[in-house]
């Protein structure tokens, strides 16, 4: 028997683990046989020139994975049933570079199919390489971020945790954090909850998830706004939806053009995406009156709203409504940092069994953790003056950039959703295929993002693309659409 062991591996590993990695996958190969003696610990100590403790210590851990196996009196042997005996590395790798199949027996389910088979467009983002001047859409400026507001809250509640935040917690998050953000946004939002109605999500993404598993039966006709965000697109597709694009204009989506037969409608009336549409008062009423007449469910999808620039802030729809016909959601990733992958949900007080019960299947619960921590940032004041802070910084980009687009393009570019929010909408009209505009403004070192992908249809004539403008400075947005125009200027 062939015991030629090559140790030759990870040196930060420890000794017994590099040598029960090499034995394993001499078995696995197998070089080794079920049934083959295994060399004793003190040969084989001697001829590698490590300690026997070393080669008892590999011996026990591949024993207590079922590789080996010992006898009494007579020594170490290869197992004779094998863990993963059909499993050879060599032979898959071959197997999958001459592009088969992996073996298996399982079947998907529908819903499984439907995520493979390619039906859900949009479902993982590709992030480009990161260009010099990256206008991406939906990121907050991550250096004005009140670091060391954020460390000391952490602190205090890591020096003396209770024991509440140490296990498990409640599904629909922590009472004091509830509480909080109930206030917050009754008085900033206008939405009508209290914390009994508050559910704490993994971001709006879970929360869009949660809504569609509860509300949603495949076949089910779904009202999406044309065009539409591209997350919200996708789980309702992955859930099975018949999906009824609806266009939108200059106010939002055009009512009068839904559907009888919707169960449930998407919207983001505040700042409609991508195009930034708000949708006023009386538009408001009449998709909240259509819901009424049908027995649809309206899901609102407050994303950014907490930042306006022009004219008053508008309430949240869901203030508007009396009959328990809207399942309002927001998200912090936004406004903080994605990084931490917090949301909320404040649905009717009937479907809020539903809600908790899909979440606690999805996750039982948040990080208690960091919603402790957001509890106290909220309560002490240091949430409200980021976002008073964060306002004036976005306002001041916002304001550079079209004052550039101004300068450097007139008439040529028409700028879209301008009044609130974290992005534009931009058509030029006279810039020829979008993708390729897009393609050599990247060169150029200008990082923008194609609309395409959020229309049903074929989105608007000319080059349209979104341009985030929170995570980049003044200075940089001047100069990265002074390239954009010299990249127009060469192609028109």
Same mark, same amino acid.
């Given at each position: 028997?062939?015991?030629?062991?090559?140790?030759?591996?990870?040196?930060?590993?420890?000794?017994?683990?590099?040598?029960?990695?090499?034995?394993?996958?001499?078995?696995?190969?197998?070089?080794?046989?079920?049934?083959?003696?295994?060399?004793?610990?003190?040969?084989? =100590?001697?001829?590698?020139?490590? =300690?026997?403790?070393?080669?008892?210590?590999? /011996?026990?851990?591949?024993?207590?994975?079922?590789?080996? &196996?010992? +006898?009494?009196?007579?020594?170490?042997?290869?197992?004779? $049933? #094998?863990?993963?005996?059909?499993?050879?590395?060599?032979?898959?790798?071959?197997?999958?570079?001459?592009?088969?199949?992996?073996?298996?027996?399982?079947?998907?389910?529908?819903?499984?199919?439907?995520?493979?088979?390619?039906?859900?467009?949009?479902?993982? +983002?590709?992030?480009?390489?990161?260009?010099?001047?990256?206008?991406?859409?939906?990121?907050?400026?991550?250096e004005e971020f009140p670091v060391d507001a954020w460390r000391m809250l952490t602190k205090r509640v890591l020096?003396?945790?209770?024991? @509440? *935040?140490?296990?498990?917690?409640? %599904?629909?998050?922590?009472?004091? #954090? +509830?509480?909080?953000?109930?206030?917050?946004?009754?008085?900033?939002?206008?939405?009508?909850?209290?914390?009994?109605?508050?559910?704490?999500?993994?971001? !709006?993404? $879970?929360?869009?998830?949660?809504?569609?598993?509860?509300?949603?039966?495949?076949?089910? %006709?779904?009202?999406?706004?044309?065009?539409?965000?591209?997350?919200?697109?996708?789980?309702?597709? &992955?859930?099975?939806?018949? *999906?009824?694009?609806?266009?939108?204009? !200059?106010?939002?989506?055009?009512?009068?053009?839904?559907?009888?037969?919707?169960?449930?409608?998407?919207?983001?009336? !505040?700042?409609?995406?991508?195009?930034?549409?708000?949708?006023?008062?009386?538009?408001? *009423?009449?998709?909240?009156?259509?819901?009424?007449?049908?027995? &649809?469910?309206?899901?609102?999808?407050?994303?950014?709203?907490?930042?306006?620039?022009?004219?008053?802030? #508008?309430?949240?729809?869901?203030? #508007?409504?009396?009959?328990?016909?809207?399942?309002?959601?927001?998200?912090?990733?936004?406004?903080?940092?994605?990084?931490?992958?917090?949301?909320?949900?404040?649905?009717p007080p009937r479907l809020q069994p539903a809600v908790r019960g899909a979440k606690w299947l999805t996750d039982?619960?948040?990080?208690? *953790?960091? $919603?402790?921590?957001?509890?106290?940032?909220?309560?002490?004041?240091?949430?409200?003056?980021?976002?008073?802070?964060?306002?004036?910084? /976005?306002? +001041?980009?916002?304001?550079?950039?079209?004052?550039?687009?101004?300068?450097?393009?007139?008439?040529?570019?028409?700028?879209?959703?301008? @009044?609130?929010?974290?992005?534009?909408?931009?058509?030029?009209?006279?810039?020829?295929?979008?993708?390729?505009?897009?393609?050599?403004?990247?060169?150029?070192?200008?990082?923008?993002?194609?609309?395409?992908?959020?229309?049903? $249809?074929?989105?608007?004539?000319?080059?349209?693309?979104?341009?985030?403008?929170?995570?980049?400075?003044?200075?940089?947005?001047?100069?990265?659409?002074?390239?954009?125009?010299?990249?127009?200027?060469?192609?028109?």
């Open positions: 028997m062939d015991f030629v062991i090559d140790l030759d591996r990870d040196p930060a590993l420890p000794a017994y683990r590099r040598l029960a990695e090499a034995i394993r996958e001499g078995i696995l190969s197998g070089r080794f046989r079920p049934g083959d003696r295994m060399p004793p610990s003190r040969a084989l =100590a001697a001829a590698l020139k490590l =300690a026997r403790n070393t080669i008892l210590e590999a /011996y026990e851990q591949l024993a207590a994975e079922g590789y080996l &196996a010992s +006898r009494h009196g007579s020594g170490t042997f290869v197992a004779p $049933q #094998l863990p993963e005996a059909a499993f050879r590395p060599e032979d898959s790798a071959k197997h999958r570079a001459a592009g088969g199949e992996e073996p298996g027996t399982g079947k998907l389910s529908a819903f499984g199919e439907r995520v493979m088979g390619g039906e859900v467009p949009g479902l993982v +983002r590709t992030q480009e390489e990161g260009a010099m001047y990256e206008f991406r859409y939906g990121t907050p400026s991550l020096d003396y945790p209770p024991r @509440e *935040l140490l296990g498990y917690g409640p %599904t629909e998050g922590l009472p004091r #954090l +509830r509480e909080a953000l109930s206030r917050y946004l009754q008085r900033s939002r206008g939405v009508r909850c209290d914390a009994e109605d508050v559910v704490i999500v993994n971001g !709006s993404q $879970q929360a869009l998830d949660l809504a569609a598993r509860i509300l949603i039966d495949p076949g089910d %006709t779904v009202v999406i706004e044309e065009p539409c965000y591209q997350g919200a697109r996708a789980v309702f597709l &992955a859930n099975g939806a018949a *999906l009824a694009p609806v266009e939108c204009d !200059s106010q939002g989506i055009l009512v009068e053009a839904l559907p009888e037969e919707a169960r449930v409608a998407y919207v983001t009336p !505040s700042h409609q995406f991508p195009t930034g549409a708000v949708m006023p008062a009386s538009r408001r *009423l009449d998709l909240l009156q259509w819901a009424g007449r049908v027995g &649809a469910v309206i899901i609102e999808d407050d994303y950014d709203s907490e930042f306006r620039y022009e004219g008053r802030p #508008l309430a949240a729809l869901q203030g #508007l409504d009396r009959n328990g016909a809207v399942l309002y959601t927001g998200t912090l990733s936004k406004v903080l940092l994605p990084a931490l992958r917090l949301g909320y949900m404040v649905a039982r619960h948040v990080a208690l *953790l960091y $919603q402790a921590v957001l509890a106290l940032f909220i309560e002490e004041g240091h949430f409200e003056r980021h976002l008073r802070r964060m306002r004036k910084v /976005y306002q +001041r980009r916002r304001d550079t950039l079209l004052e550039a687009f101004h300068r450097h393009f007139g008439e040529r570019a028409v700028v879209m959703g301008v @009044e609130s929010g974290m992005h534009v909408l931009v058509r030029l009209e006279e810039a020829g295929d979008a993708e390729e505009f897009i393609a050599a403004a990247r060169a150029r070192g200008v990082g923008i993002y194609s609309a395409r992908g959020y229309y049903t $249809q074929a989105p608007p004539p000319g080059a349209v693309f979104l341009m985030g403008y929170s995570s980049v400075d003044e200075a940089g947005i001047a100069e990265g659409i002074r390239r954009l125009a010299e990249v127009a200027n060469e192609r028109s």
